[in-house]
């Protein structure tokens, strides 16, 4: 999903670095959805440090998929991997992947190629020291969490210890710079690179697909990958593909429906009953006031869903809203149901931005 604000971080899990116990237990493709109308408790997992943080990137896609992967899997993903895997793997890999789930819930979505091409045409490159709007890794922006899960089960997954994600691009700042020169002084460089070429066209360009390539290597030499435990199926549904056309379709008098919404709802529960934390699509607005020179109307925002239990009589997520460990930015009913970077929402507060809801299988 599409974010404007460089506002998310790494959710973070009390998964170790090592291989942890995988739940290995497949939910069925198409289940009936319901609400928890007793709303049952259901406990976070354990927490033993404090969120990472993303930084200036706008990737909260990744840092939510990747910690939904590593919740499902019982080993810490980074966040930075899975978004390169999102934008640049050729997805025609899945059609051979090694899992015999994957091949089979690939061969049931005769659209998907065409999705992930729509996908990755959706994504915003930021002109932030970048007048030209060249699609350099960087500067790219957004993505969707069920894609970038199901890419991850050509290669296998980078583990965080190998590729550290915490505030977001700062550790590779010298780096991706040095890599950004020796690409702009590339002599002829349209020249098509395996590594980046199975992506959309709206993220080619003959010098950042040089820039490209040599990030992606990087990430290669560094991730000493690992194939899932488990295969990566992402169930998810989408009211709406981002928060402008929640918006756009409240103003014209056609939001997103009860029955979508109690879908959505319905998905969540389900999740959450079956030891999967979910990923949402909201707005961040929820959370923390537009500031009055921010020209972004819309703020959409991705979160993992760690919990649920009633407070006060109303049922409430736990949320993970991806700002780290901090909460004093947040709006002050907000502020105080946040600890750690985690906030309990009840239901109506949800209900107002939500659009969208994945799990893995």
């Known amino acids: 999903m599409r974010l404007l604000l460089f506002v998310c971080l790494f959710a973070g899990l009390a998964i170790p670095p090592a291989r942890a116990q995988a739940d290995l237990y497949i939910l069925p493709p198409n289940p009936t959805y319901r609400r928890n109308l007793e709303c049952a408790t259901v406990p976070a997992p354990p927490f033993r440090r404090m969120p990472n943080s993303q930084g200036d990137s706008a990737i909260c896609y990744a840092y939510a998929a990747a910690d939904m992967i590593s919740q499902r899997i019982g080993l810490a993903v980074s966040a930075l991997d899975v978004a390169t895997t999102f934008y640049f793997t050729d997805p025609s890999g899945l059609y051979t ?42 500067k790219l922006e957004g993505g969707e969490e069920d894609v970038a899960a199901l890419l991850l089960n050509i290669k296998g997954v980078c583990l965080e210890q190998d590729l550290p994600s915490n505030d977001g691009y700062y ?48 990430v290669e030499e560094r991730c000493h990958r690992i194939q899932s435990p488990a295969p990566l199926l992402p169930i998810s549904y989408r009211a709406a593909v981002d928060q402008r056309e929640v ?72 949320v993970q809203d991806n700002t780290g460990e901090f909460c004093t930015s947040l709006l002050p009913n907000i502020e105080r149901r946040c600890s750690a970077g985690r906030i309990w929402l009840n239901e109506r507060e949800l209900n107002k931005t939500l659009y969208s809801v994945t799990y893995l299988r």
């Not at 899992?99 to 992930?116: C, N, S, T, W, Y």
């Not at 690409?183 to 820039?211: E, Y």
């Not at 923390?288 to 925002?301: I, N």
């Open 97 to 138: 992947a090694s899992d015999r789930l994957v091949r089979e819930f690939v061969a049931g979505k005769p659209g998907l190629m065409d999705e992930i091409v729509a996908q990755r045409s959706r994504v915003d490159v930021s002109e932030e020291k970048n007048t030209l709007r060249r699609p350099y890794f960087d």
């Open 171 to 218: 550790l590779y700042t010298a780096l991706l710079e040095k890599l950004r020169r020796k690409a702009r002084a590339t002599r002829n460089p349209g020249i098509c690179l395996r590594s980046v070429g199975a992506t959309a066209p709206k993220l080619n360009d003959p010098i950042a697909d040089v820039f490209n390539d040599a990030w992606v290597r990087y």
């Open 247 to 318: 918006v756009e379709r409240k103003r014209a008098g056609k939001g997103i429906s009860r029955q979508d919404k109690a879908h959505m709802f319905g998905m969540i529960d389900y999740a959450l009953d079956h030891r999967r934390n979910p990923t949402i699509g909201y707005s961040f607005y929820l959370l923390e006031a537009r500031a009055p020179d921010d020209p972004d109307e819309f703020a959409d925002h991705s979160s993992m869903v760690l919990a649920r239990k009633k407070i006060g009589g109303v049922c409430h997520y736990l």
